[in-house]
């Protein structure tokens, strides 16, 4: 189980870094791995006290959002636990999978998931309920539980430590860093879990025990956001950490009221980090590239049925919009393809007219609220018999975003980039492989109408072949990005 800090010096491992102003999600707690090697530096930890409520009994839920430098080494990330190993509790990464540890008073221990070895922000979860199970997350996902007696966990005397080996302070330092610590004193489903992971909390959340969003800039002082007094404390105060951007798929405090939040972030999964698949009726395709620190999340405000107001002056007296409108947050430079599903966006209320013409269907922004919509763009293609609409290239910003439509456009089609008009796609439909024109130095994805991802492949010529995988017959999208540009062309499968 452990491996010294003195066996870390001999690894090496690319690590991206990023200054940029603060994000939604705040700031982090940074260990600097280079740095710290560099002058053979002791660990550096907050300590956060020994108050009981820190000692949740027979229910415990830990979460963190974490980017590390290297997730194979053997690091921890949280917890309280004495050196008898036979009480407390604890959250580390080893071998890229989350790595957790509780005692009651036998070992119950978990190593499950997979993330990427190095710059990505991943977010772990595990659950304790005596007599029941205790279970691990990955980025809101399950991936392992093993079944518990009805012993609570034993008592730790040691207190609450962050960032490093808790009954050993001068190892298992994890570097990279950390955001969004929150411990409970109950088991928190999957939904639960799933449900808050991309907000920042208030701090009054029921059986919310201690709470730590970072959101710091000075100091060696890290609060307790929950009012228990569970704070921290640096030690020791060295030069090799320091309060840095989150890039973390956090929102901001706006977020915490929006519903089916989601998001895309490199971290997510191999398959899924560029896209939303969702049933309240906004789809999205990112251009997120790997190795990048770009995100965004989204949700709704629960809104069923169309609206006439806070509508833009110039709309025709027909015009109507989606009740239901999405904020988004993001992180770095962010460009999306929005798709809208004029049924479920709805919310099984009466919907937006279908089958309109193109360009009457307007993609309307405003900053707040309280504010009148302003028109952005008009659809770039409608898909599924004209019940999808599409929306190409938005660069999104921290806004409300709907759709609305009426008899008239109130807005220009998003332009296309210069370069797409020389893509071709053939045959077309395909039945094994296509061909694509114009795609060197390109990233090619191919999507279903939910926006699942399928396939990708890197563009290395200007005409290149590509095998289909096996998916079933139907239409598909094809999406080819070049640096923070990207189109999408419709291929049909017929085999």
């Not at 798709?339 to 209320?349: E, H, I, P, V």
Request: proline residues 4%.
């Amino acid at each position: 189980m452990k491996i010294k800090l003195t066996l870390l010096f001999i690894a090496s491992v690319l690590f991206l870094t990023q200054i940029q102003a603060q994000t939604p999600a705040g700031n982090s707690f940074e260990i600097d791995y280079p740095s710290w090697n560099a002058g053979t530096q002791p660990p550096v930890y907050f300590d956060c006290g020994i108050n009981n409520l820190l000692n949740t009994g027979n229910e415990l839920t830990m979460e963190v959002w974490v980017r590390l430098y290297n997730s194979t080494w053997n690091q921890k990330i949280l917890g309280k636990v004495t050196p008898s190993f036979d009480n407390g509790y604890l959250m580390g990464v080893q071998l890229g999978q989350n790595y957790s540890e509780i005692w009651n008073p036998g070992l119950n221990t978990i190593q499950a998931g997979s993330t990427p070895v190095d710059s990505a922000w991943v977010h772990y979860a595990t659950t304790f309920g005596s007599g029941g199970q205790m279970l691990c997350y990955v980025n809101g996902e399950q991936v392992g539980g093993l079944p518990l007696t009805s012993n609570a966990i034993a008592t730790s005397s040691n207190p609450f430590i962050i960032g490093v080996a808790p009954w050993d302070l001068s190892n298992f330092q994890m570097f990279g860093q950390i955001d969004e610590v929150r411990l409970w004193s109950l088991v928190r489903t999957q939904t639960e879990i799933k449900s808050t992971m991309h907000k920042q909390l208030l701090g009054n959340e029921q059986n919310l025990v201690a709470y730590y969003d970072f959101n710091q800039t000075t100091g060696g002082l890290l609060p307790d956001e929950t009012g228990n007094g569970n704070n921290g404390t640096i030690s020791p105060a060295a030069a090799y950490w320091s309060w840095s951007s989150s890039y973390a798929a956090v929102g901001n405090d706006m977020m915490y009221d929006m519903v089916d939040v989601n998001g895309v972030w490199f971290g997510k999964d191999a398959t899924l980090y560029n896209y939303v698949t969702a049933t309240h009726g906004l789809n999205i395709i990112a251009n997120i590239q790997p190795k990048t620190f770009d995100y965004a999340v989204y949700g709704h405000n629960d809104s069923v049925g169309v609206s006439t107001s806070w509508l833009p002056a110039t709309v025709p007296i027909d015009f109507k919009r989606t009740s239901r409108e999405w904020y988004f947050n993001k992180g770095g430079n962010i460009a999306a393809d929005l798709f809208f599903n004029l049924s479920t966006a709805a919310g099984g209320s009466d919907s937006l007219d279908k089958n309109l013409p193109l360009q009457n269907y307007t993609l309307l922004v405003r900053d707040s609220s309280t504010q009148a919509f302003a028109p952005i763009a008009a659809a770039s293609s409608l898909l599924a018999n004209g019940t999808i609409v599409k929306f190409t290239g938005v660069n999104l910003k921290n806004k409300y975003y709907c759709i609305g439509v009426g008899s008239t456009a109130i807005a220009s089609i998003s332009p296309e980039p210069a370069w797409s008009k020389s893509i071709s796609i053939r045959p077309n439909p395909a039945q094994q492989n296509f061909t694509l024109t114009n795609i060197s130095d390109a990233d090619i994805q191919l999507f279903d109408l939910s926006g699942k991802l399928f396939a990708q492949w890197k563009g290395t010529n200007e005409q290149q072949i590509f095998e289909l995988p096996s998916i079933e017959n139907g239409s598909y999208f094809v999406r080819i990005t070049k640096g923070t540009e990207s189109t999408t062309k419709k291929l049909m499968i017929q085999k």
